[in-house]
């Protein structure tokens, strides 16, 4: 099947306008000798029925966080989606639109980003953010990029317990520019600041994560003091739904925070696509890559949006470029723009309150059972980690086959951590879901014992 | 006051207005829990509006945006073609939106089958042997070959390859993402035909040379003639070709880049397999590549082994993760329904009418405008706009008045060789009705161009703003709204 209206008479009426005897014959410019000369191997074609039925059935394959209560979390967080963020952010309108660079003709598309830019710097508390990053992974390297730029030095220091994934990816991405990385270890759970002004002196920015992936919360202001001091910049990646009750980035004098919207009504979506952002301090703002929506006048001095500071990007400076981001993620944007605003400040708050009641309910419970051990004393948000006697995949397969999605396993990454297990806990999951994951693991660790 | 339909969300907003999206948390006090000295002093500034505000708010921007179901949407290069509502629908089952990236593969065969057997099928579509589909975006892509071919290069002592060569009609993310790599670009001259200037070419490799990347068929909508020539060349010299695959949609099914020479090439699913492109993303940009390159691919890899699937990490050639988790599994989803909708014969049709519809807008504007490198066209073409110039009109002019058509103009002045260009691809989804509307109001608006230029400096007319003042924008960059802070009253 396919979505083609030319019926065959359009098809004569066409090729006879081009002069062209055949189809074929459209495609002479390619050399003979190259073209395929047998169909692509590929399944047969589906009707609309057809192709329904075959994804419902792959669709079932697979484990849920409907099917099954999520406590995982470990930078993907499963929270209540809004059934008005659902459809509006599902309207042709939006689905369908192009990048806003025709601006008369998308005031709708640019009015919403900058609505999402004045959302993320009241998050955050800076003065300034750009229209969206691929994910957090990405952000955070473009941070980097950005202190790297900003200083002549090569070096950064990163808290080791910033999320792995994040850490890998800005090594793969500066793994060409000679970035030297100094990491930071997290004995208690949170980052060590012994010592982190001396280092920061040396280098480019000094990054850590907060809540962090132990979900610890991390004294930002005592890591900004410390990158200042050294005249380093401060970069913290920050899940945005603690910003409802914790103090923010640009209060604690933070200079450019990263992280993901995702936890906004975005869906987890086994990845992506989610939704990076970037904030900073206003004197960054040309050293922001990605796309920025400003607000002018037009011709008869009505407000009006557009695409500004374009001479950043790579359509513009090309090899000179910093970054080569072109795309946003316009779309997820737009949905965490629907769900901060309609939960609004009371709701931010409420959202980010009950995640901190769910977690620590669930984290007294489970410390409590005998085998359990807590590797971490510090403050946390929504996540925390456990010990158990037991091998993490097999203590996640036991909670799967009793109904829960739990277990993020901390081992291959802190191998200091053996046998240690990331949990979280948001508003979707109620006092007796905690409960009856605690009564679950009970039972699952006395059979073991 | 801005009217109603002109405020922002912060602008509807009065204290104590909410949604009921969420209960109620226990009242119990935060430092309970986390010490005070890490709580917040001041709340965000985040919008109080109820649920029919927000819901109406968003609504009426979205229709004061183009999109694809509402209009043509010729834009060069970005294939804005028919997005099927089947796939949203696909994309939004909870197995699959549902799923949680750190779920074991056991608990997500449906979802890694899924993405194995698109690896299968785009490897396929290429001529490659390998796929990944972590990258994000098509930059992230050509950052993600360009970085296997180096490490392919330095794995071999050959360190020396640090220049990257780039055709002058190359797209904006080519030199940015070869200098990200480590890579020095050198620009590469289009010969008159519109090809790649061989003898330029000649001239710039070198012992040195890493890759060439190619858009092919080119940004100008035409095939590379002298593909095969150039990949030998750039062989024999021990580098490797890269190719942009911005504009496969002309070629799926008819040529494969893995046949006429390519090393490594990306994909951009939201082009050529309709993934939508949700105001400017998310794209999705796989990247296949030939055997030699496959150690090389970030990890995680999806394998199959015997009949289950699973997520390979140790791989201690590859250039390493770009990306959290596995890429943009829900772009993944919509083009691994696409593909199955269309199977080999609809891939094919869709690049036979693509380019049959190219060909027949441009037979329709041609004359009266003027097209660069005037061939048979592939699934685009380029206008020359500068003969309008006479009549003191710019192709910015012309873009705008085709909003008052009620088309969404082509994408203007790229590629950066043709001047005042125009480049127009209007895709296999539409119809000839639609093709000859818009070839009229193209020539309509040269008429109007000749008759009352000023007309055309003025437009848009009929949209929900005036010509806008980007300069303004840039000189004083405004990018958050402020709000007024009311001073409160003595009692």
Known sequence: MDYIPNAPDDVASMLSAVGASSLDELFAGIPENIRLKRPLRLPQGFSEQELWAHMVELSARNLTTDSHRCFLGGGAYAHFIPAAVEQVAGRGEWVTSYTPYQAEASQGSLQAIFEYQTLICELTGLDVANASHYDGSTALAEA????????????????????????????????????????????????????VADLAAQAAAVVVQSP??????????????????????????????????????????IDIAVGDAQPFGIETSYGGPWCGFMAAKKHLIRRMPGRMVGQT???????????????????IRREKASSNICTNQALMALRATLTLSGLGREGVRRMATTCVQRAHELEKELAALPGVRRPHSAPFFHEFVIQTPMPVPEFAEKLARRGFLAGVDLQRDYPHLPRAVLLCATERNTRQDVQALAAAAAEILQEKA | MNHPDTQL???????????????????????????????????????????????????????????????FYPLGSCTMKYNPKINEKIAALPGFS????????????????????????????????????????????????????????????????????????????????????????????????????????????????????????????????????????????????????????????????????????????????????????????????KRHLEPYLPVPRV??????????NDRPHSIGRVKSFYGNFGMHVRCYAYIRTHGPDGLRRNAEHAVLNANYLKSRIAPPFKVAYDRRCMHEFVIDGSPLRKLGIRTLDVAKRLLDYGFHPPTI???????????IEPTESETRETLDAFADAMTRILEEAKRDPELLHQAPHTMPVKRLDELKAAREPIVRHEPVVSVPQPA
């Open chain 1, 212 to 253: 962090n992936y132990f979900g610890v919360v991390e004294d930002l202001a005592e890591f900004a003091k410390a990158a200042h001091a050294g005249g380093a910049l401060a970069i913290a990646s920050v899940n945005p739904v603690c910003l409802g009750i914790l103090e923010s980035p640009g209060a604690c004098e």
């Open chain 2, 9 to 71: 969300i912060f602008e509807k907003s009065r204290p104590g207005r909410r949604t009921g999206f969420l209960p109620d948390a226990d009242p119990i006090p935060l430092d309970a829990f986390i010490p005070r000295r890490f709580l917040r002093k001041t709340p965000p500034r985040l919008p109080e509006v109820g649920e029919l505000e927000l819901v109406r708010h968003y609504v009426r921007l979205s229709q004061k945006s183009f999109s694809i179901d509402t209009h």
């Open chain 1, 297 to 315: 006048v037009d011709a008869s001095g009505r407000r009006a949006f557009c695409l500004t500071l374009q001479a950043r990007e790579q359509h």
């Open chain 2, 303 to 312: 394998v199959k082994a015997g009949d289950r699937y699973t997520l390979e």
């Open chain 2, 98 to 289: 549902r799923l949680h990236p750190h779920q074991p593969p056991e608990e997500v065969q449906g979802a890694l089958l899924l993405m194995h057997e698109l690896q299968e099928y785009l490897a396929e579509i290429a001529g490659m042997d390998a796929v990944t589909l972590q990258p994000a975006a098509g930059a992230q892509g050509e950052l993600t070959g360009l970085m296997m071919i180096r490490a392919w290069h330095d794995r071999q002592g050959q360190k020396d390859r640090r220049e990257v060569l780039i055709p002058d009609s190359a797209h904006g993310t080519n030199p940015a993402s070869s200098t990200l790599a480590g890579y020095r670009v050198h620009s590469v001259k289009s010969n008159r035909r519109g090809g790649v200037d061989l003898e330029d070419l000649q001239k710039k490799l070198s012992p040195r040379t890493a890759a060439l990347m190619i858009t092919n068929p080119s940004t100008l909508g035409l095939f590379e003639r002298e593909i095969v020539r150039i990949c030998d060349l750039l062989h024999q010299a021990g580098a490797q070709v890269y190719m942009d695959g911005a504009n496969m949609n002309a070629i799926q099914g008819i040529t494969r880049p893995g046949d006429f020479g390519v090393d490594v090439m990306h994909f951009n699913l939201h082009k050529t397999f309709s993934t939508p492109h949700g105001g400017g993303g998310p794209g999705s940009g796989p990247v296949a590549c």
């Open chain 2, 413 to 423: 002045y790229f590629p950066l060789i043709v001047p005042e260009c125009l480049m």
């Open chain 1, 144 to 195: 980097v990029a950005m202190s790297l730029d900003a200083s002549e030095r090569t070096r950064v220091v990163l808290s080791s317990a910033v999320n792995p994934q994040y850490r890998a990816v800005l090594r793969t991405l500066f793994r060409h520019s000679g970035l030297e990385v100094v990491e930071l270890q997290a004995p208690d759970g949170a980052t060590a600041t012994d010592g």
